[in-house]
T-cell receptor, first 108, second 114 residues
Framework: DAKTTQPPSMDCAEGRAANLPCNHS???????VYWYRQIHSQGPQYIIH???NNETNEMASLIITEDRKSSTLILPHATLRDTAVYYC?????????FGQGTELSVKP | NAGVTQTPKFQVLKTGQSMTLQCAQD?????MSWYRQDPGMGLRLIHY???????DQGEVPNGYNVSRSTTEDFPLRLLSAAPSQTSVYFC?????????????FGQGTRLTVV
């Protein structure tokens, strides 16, 4: 599975969009990009996933570059409850291998 | 619909004791897995199962045993607990090992080995 690189931490103002980047330059053609988050050491929560096309659901949008070497998770209107560690995972076998993630702090 | 249920939520063991962490899901999912998370770290995969009777090792399997006799249950056994196994343990399940599926996680078991 491809390795991912994420910034260790980011801040975002409440009500603004949070844009979390992920680099996966070694991704192969049949690997999906997944995003999960973990709030206060609770169990991780699924956010969104995609293969090639941009995806949107009620929680977030996922933008994947045309060459698929990087992606961005967008939380359109961040709230204090979005403060969490966000994990970007690339896998073709369905097994989720977690990295260190990005710790997002949403500030009033 | 309970999702993924882990028991107990907290446990303190003495070095050398054995115990079983329970994990049950009611979504008829084929794929189940166990992770551990040490302070300030990401989750690491211990063992996983793609269906009843089938298990395999993950990234950090040493010191842990698993079995999968039913679709619903996937217990994790510590045969002789060590302080290095102090961690938070998460169980997860998903429909299958396919790529286009989301995983559901339990709320964790916080284990301390003294």
């Amino acid at each position: 599975d491809a390795k991912t690189t994420q910034p260790p931490s980011m801040d975002c103002a409440e009500g603004r969009a949070a844009n979390l980047p992920c680099n996966h330059s070694t991704i192969s053609g049949n690997e999906y990009v997944y995003w999960y988050r973990q709030i206060h050491s609770q169990g991780p929560q699924y956010i969104i996933h995609g293969l090639k096309n941009n995806e949107t659901n009620e929680m977030a949008s996922l933008i994947i570059t045309e060459d698929r070497k990087s992606s961005t998770l967008i939380l359109p209107h961040a709230t204090l409850r979005d403060t969490a560690v966000y994990y970007c995972i690339v896998t073709r076998r369905g097994k989720l291998i977690f990295g260190q993630g990005t710790e997002l702090s949403v500030k009033p | 619909n309970a999702g993924v249920t882990q028991t107990p939520k907290f446990q303190v063991l003495k070095t050398g004791q054995s115990m079983t962490l329970q994990c049950a899901q009611d979504m008829n999912h084929e794929y189940m897995s166990w992770y551990r998370q040490d302070p300030g770290m990401g989750l690491r995969l211990i063992h996983y199962s793609v269906g009843a009777g089938i298990t395999d090792q993950g990234e950090v399997p040493n010191g842990y045993n698993v079995s999968r006799s039913t679709t619903e249950d996937f217990p994790l056994r510590l045969l002789s607990a060590a302080p290095s196994q102090t961690s938070v343990y998460f169980c997860a399940s998903s429909r299958d090992l396919g790529m286009d599926t989301e995983a559901f996680f339990g709320q964790g078991t916080r284990l301390t080995v003294v």
